[in-house]
């Protein structure tokens, strides 16, 4: 059996799937059909449902709840691992945000939205390539963007200045972990398969972690002009156990932003669904791992 699967090239993904993918575990008579591509233009493919596997924002997530089952594993989320607002300018504060040009990661990111939900009144938004932003910001295109990923780590090296840790506004606000990212199954997949799936994925991250600190050939030949340290950086601050079992903490994690979502997205048509229910999530058999 052969799926699509659609995930990003950020040291955090290739580091979970490469078992998986590169055959590394045994994946049970499952190929896959590999496609990396950054975070938005997944969510992109995730509305369209072009794939049967895929990594998505759980800032899309309230608009996938019919087409797609959430898996368990393979997903981001913690404490301290939000996106950071960042600018030239060390004079910036944050009650100047709202008359900002203001640069951000995808429409439908996660960091889109906790931007809005602590910024609701900045409306001189641009939306680009994650790995763009920084330079946005240094070239003058915008005063301030948005940072995910491994930009967090080397911002600071390009003479850029924090104005405000979104993630940590969310955590005290909402005394809620973060969730960044997860997998998701197209609902014409059978529930079996993604129950074997999110299995296999599970194994994947075990398997990397039994070889770690070691980077993989596959996780640095994605990374691109990324050092190991900064690799190792991405992957202790993205990957962690809620990539193996999102377990009820991370359940919870995701009502929380799906409940935030649908009261600043007041408008939209009662038909949309925002209710994460029990059917949403695949279930987890720990088991077989």
């Known amino acids: 059996m052969k799926f699509s699967l659609g995930f990003s ?26 496609h990396l591509e950054d975070v938005q233009t997944l969510n992109n493919f995730a509305l369209e449902n072009r794939f049967d596997f895929s990594k998505i924002s759980y800032g899309v997530m309230p608009l996938l709840l019919n087409s797609h089952t959430l898996l368990n594993s393979g997903g981001a989320m913690g404490i301290g691992v939000g996106p950071l607002l960042i600018c ?33 009144n900045a409306k001189n938004i641009s939306f680009y390539v994650f790995n763009e932003i920084e330079a946005a910001i240094l070239s003058g295109e915008v005063d301030a963007g948005v940072i995910i990923h491994e930009n967090r780590f080397t911002y600071a090296q390009k003479g850029l200045y924090k104005i405000t840790d979104l993630g ?11 969730a960044l990212g997860g997998i998701v199954a197209s609902n014409r997949i059978p529930k079996p398969i993604m129950q074997q799936v999110d299995q296999l994925i599970a194994k994947s991250v075990a398997y990397a972690f039994s070889n770690y600190p070691s980077i993989s050939e596959y996780v640095s030949c994605h990374a691109q002009e ?11 601050l993205y990957v962690n156990d809620f990539s193996t079992d999102m377990g009820e903490t991370g359940k919870n994690a995701i009502k929380t ?33």
């Open 9 to 34: 090239p950020c040291p955090n993904d290739t580091f979970i799937f490469d078992a998986l993918v590169n055959k590394k575990i045994h994946t049970e008579g499952i190929d896959f059909e590999v």
């Open 168 to 178: 940590a506004e969310w955590e005290t606000k909402t005394k809620s972990p973060i």
């Open 226 to 236: 990324m050092s190991e340290a900064v690799m190792r950086q991405h992957i202790d």
């Open 88 to 120: 030239k300018d060390p004079n910036i504060t944050p009650d100047q945000v709202n008359d900002l040009r203001i640069a951000i990661p995808g429409k439908n990111t996660t960091a889109y939205l906790l931007f809005s939900y602590v910024y609701p």
């Open 257 to 289: 932003l799906v409940h935030i979502y649908q009261q600043m997205n007041a408008t939209t048509s009662p038909t949309q669904p925002f209710h994460l229910t029990p059917t949403s999530v695949v279930p987890f058999l720990p088991k077989s791992v």
